[in-house]
């Protein structure tokens, strides 16, 4: 059992940073996904296990970064110059097996998920 735990969310004006950490066992790829009020999970960032292969979903592109230490067992997202449609609870997640380089941008190939950090970006 794979269990995650994300912290670093708060409040932000926007403009500002804020660095997203994921605690998290296992040799896996990881993701990052969000969910604002009324609107489905949508694809952040992911990362392969080796941190060699990583994706950003187009509205995080030059702002935010994926990245992670596994001597720690942690994933990070660093989220620069935030706009206040970034406000959504943040969730990490892991693959549901050892992938090697592959990394997904698809929630169904997840299999394991955090609670979720709030991360509100005010104007």
């Known amino acids: 059992q794979v269990q995650l735990v994300e912290s670093g969310g708060g409040l932000v004006q926007a403009g500002g940073s804020l660095r997203l950490s994921c605690a998290a066992s296992?040799?896996?790829?990881m993701g990052w996904f969000r969910q604002a009020p009324g609107k489905e999970r949508e694809f952040v960032a992911a990362?392969?296990?080796?941190?060699?292969?990583?994706n950003v979903a187009a509205s995080g592109k030059g702002r935010f970064t994926i990245s992670r230490d596994n001597a720690k067992e942690t994933v990070y997202l660093q989220m620069n110059s935030l706009k206040p449609e970034d406000t959504a609870v943040y969730y990490c997640?892991?693959?549901?097996?050892?992938?090697?380089?592959?990394?997904?941008?698809?929630?169904?190939?997840?299999?394991?998920w955090g609670q979720g950090t709030q991360v509100t970006v005010s104007s």
């Open positions: 997640a892991s693959a549901r097996a050892a992938s090697g380089s592959t990394i997904s941008e698809s929630p169904a190939w997840y299999r394991y």
């Open positions: 296992g040799r896996y790829a």
């Open positions: 990362i392969s296990w080796g941190g060699g292969n990583t």
